[in-house]
């Protein structure tokens, strides 16, 4: 099975695949690592790289929207997405959310600075939708996938609630 | 037997049921619409619900607070920090509802609360003062008597709020040009935060450090103060990071400064926990600031290092105990604390707020490490508050021993589904002239305009490779039949996560 991951602006393609003597066999840009891997509660992975047994402990959360998963490792956090999905239907389970309509929600409190698509416009995964200004900090909310806007809900100077739908996606 | 109400939430909320517990008090909480979840409401005896999620509308309502307690039964209302804990007002109202305010009396915190007052109180205490203005100028002052003041105080210098705290309607001034901007923006920020407009002019010192004495005082005439914290690491005058002892007091100077507090306390007949804030220059002069009649967020360090419980002693002095701390030993360190302030912030993006679903929680244990934490797994950090969500305090019988212990207690913290400034503490303790112990209160704001948005949790290209090996294996767990249990809780997971957007 092969997944995209996308890490700082960087894809990595990986595939995973079953060793025959136990464990899992993962490739990453080419290159082959044997790993065992235990699951440990919900979110979490304990990893024994190769044959050194190089103990690492990753945490991977969804961060509740977006699709975007929050993955921990020594104490820093770090966002990922998988947005690759060529031959399992695991990495749309993960993801969250697939298929449908997506909406861009404001995560906080604040007012609407600049909305960046109009309706009918084609975005791309992860392209800039609306900037919201909060804690007089702007921050940019990206498209969760790549689709066409349906909707803009909100417009430049709007006042937004945690939660308030900005734009949908199809 | 004394029920006590906590008019607070989160940890300090959770801090003062522990000590409750301790002492075999029976608690009761109080909440808003959010957190009828929330920690302190599920670790109380009582709850009672008090309004809506604005803290307007609940943690700040006086009556509901008061009407809460008489429904409970309680007799003794615990503040905490922030919200009504230096309001004068709610101490008046406990105590016309009979009452015990586990806090100084509504005089002393009328008294101290401004910051005019609480600088001449200092100066009759002959204590110094940073060089300012006497009297709070109001609206009525005109822009030519503030200039002239302003000049026999001499530039660089601080616009200040007489009701102000946490940073709010602070300003600095480099040159007599911008003063008049700089009083009306910290005028209308001071009339909306603490609705007195009223400021005061104080000199700023080149690179002070801050460094406070916390001290408890008796019914019966005995003040005590202890080791001092210091405070400098503070981004925007808000504090990130406390210790104690500081660095860059002595033993002699200790004594000197506590015995400045104590005076100041006595002199005003100052009950229960406080603290004085004082600037120590590079010359080793210090001044007062203001004070804080209050139990602080950093008050773990002074704890860790002198074994006392100051939840404890809040309460047994508002039962009309004596103080029965030997004044030597509580001038004397016992080691070294370290406290970092865990907020649901990113500071990958400003230190925006990051609230949000709390999927995983384990907070950092072993030897010398403390976690005043308020949260739970499963619960959502709302948007309403101060976004603190801990507190990690790391005891060490030397400074450098308690930075290491801090440091592998970050790398163990574990918080899942939301982003917080653990990242940031971890790559601050690794920071030199953090290590060392050479900073002031500009230190990090230089620190960190210098790293220019960087990342705080960068990894290399080997371990970005292990996450994305990590992402890749998680969801071929979770789709293969083996796993279907987590991957049918996931899908749960996701499912509620699509009905809350």
């Excluded at chain 2, 230096?86 to 005089?107: H, K, M, Q, V, Y």
């Excluded at chain 2, 030519?144 to 602070?170: F, R, S």
């Excluded at chain 2, 603290?275 to 007062?288: A, P, Q, R």
């Excluded at chain 2, 950090?381 to 400074?399: C, E, H």
């Amino acid at each position: 099975m092969t997944f995209d991951v996308e890490i700082n602006g960087r894809v990595r393609t990986v595939s995973v695949e079953r060793a025959a003597q136990g464990g899992y066999r993962v490739t990453i840009d080419g290159r082959p690592h044997a790993v065992d891997a235990a699951r440990v509660g919900t979110l979490g992975l304990s990893l024994l790289l190769d044959r050194a047994g190089i103990s690492r402990d990753v945490q991977i959360a969804p961060a509740g929207r977006n699709g975007e998963l929050l993955i921990r490792i020594d104490g820093r956090t770090i966002a990922a997405t998988l947005n690759g999905n060529r031959s399992g239907r695991g990495a749309a389970d993960a993801g969250g959310h697939a298929h449908g309509e997506q909406s861009v929600v404001a995560p906080m409190p604040g007012r609407v600075v600049r909305v960046l698509v109009e309706r009918g416009e084609t975005v791309a995964a992860r392209q800039g939708i609306v900037v919201v200004e909060a804690m007089k900090m702007e921050n940019e909310l990206r498209a969760p996938r790549a689709g066409r806007v349906k909707d803009v809900v909100v417009g430049a100077g709007d006042p937004v609630e945690a939660g308030r739908v900005l734009v949908v996606i199809e | 037997m004394m029920k006590i109400l906590i008019a607070n939430r989160g940890e300090i909320a959770v801090r003062i049921i522990r000590a409750c517990r301790e002492m075999g008090l029976p608690t009761v909480a109080v909440f808003s619409d959010c957190d009828r979840d929330a920690r302190h409401v599920r670790e109380a005896d009582q709850a009672f619900h008090i309004g809506p999620s604005e803290a307007v509308k609940s943690y700040l309502r006086i009556d509901a607070i008061v009407d809460a307690a008489r429904r409970a039964g309680a007799d003794a209302v615990h503040p905490g920090y922030g919200f009504l804990a230096e309001n004068a007002a709610f101490a008046r109202a406990c105590a016309d509802a009979g009452l015990t305010f586990i806090g100084p009396s509504a005089d002393a915190i009328a008294l101290m609360g401004s910051k005019t007052a609480a600088r001449a109180a200092a100066v009759s205490a002959g204590v110094s003062v940073v060089p300012g203005t006497e009297r709070p100028l109001d609206a009525t002052v005109s822009d030519e008597a503030i200039a002239t003041a302003a000049d026999e105080i001499g530039y660089p210098l601080l616009v200040k709020a007489v009701a102000g705290g946490g940073g709010k309607g602070m300003r600095t001034v480099e040159d007599r040009g911008s003063l008049s901007s700089a009083i009306r923006s910290a005028r209308s920020e001071a009339g909306s935060a603490f609705g007195d407009s009223a400021i005061y002019l104080e000199r700023r010192l080149t690179r002070p450090r801050h460094i406070e004495i916390q001290l408890l005082g008796d019914h019966h005439g005995t003040v005590v103060p202890f080791v001092e914290r210091e405070c400098s690491i503070q981004r925007r005058h808000q504090k990130v990071v406390e210790e104690s002892p500081s660095i860059a007091v002595s033993p002699e100077l200790r004594r000197r400064i506590a015995g400045a507090a104590a005076a100041v306390a006595r002199s005003v007949g100052y009950t229960n926990a406080g603290t004085i804030e004082f600037l120590l220059d590079e010359n080793g002069s210090f001044y007062f600031l203001e004070m804080n009649t209050r139990l602080q967020v950093e008050h773990p360090v002074t704890e860790m290092v002198s074994r006392e419980d100051l939840v404890h002693w809040q309460i047994r002095i508002a039962r009309g105990e004596k103080l029965t701390i030997d004044p030597e030993t509580a001038l004397t360190p016992q080691g070294h604390a370290i406290e970092c302030r865990i907020y649901a912030e990113d500071p990958d993006q400003g230190f925006m707020p990051s609230p949000g679903l709390i999927r995983g929680l384990r907070p950092a244990a072993g030897p010398g490490v403390r976690d005043d934490g308020g949260v739970t797994a499963g619960y959502t950090v709302p948007v309403f508050y101060d976004s603190m969500i801990a507190k990690l305090v790391a005891w060490g019988a030397t400074r450098d021993e308690a930075v290491r212990r801090m440091s592998r207690a970050l790398r163990e913290y574990e918080v899942l589904g939301i982003k917080t400034t653990i990242p940031f503490f971890l790559w601050l303790m690794r920071q030199p002239d953090y290590a060392e112990g050479r900073y002031d209160t500009t230190y990090l704001d230089r620190l960190l305009a210098a790293r220019n948005g960087q990342s705080f949790s960068e990894l290399t290209d080997d371990e970005e490779d292990l996450a994305a090996m990590a992402v890749a294996l998680d969801a071929f767990l979770r789709s293969g039949p083996a796993d279907r249990g987590p991957a049918t809780a996931w899908k749960a997971a996701a499912r509620r996560d699509a009905l809350r957007e």
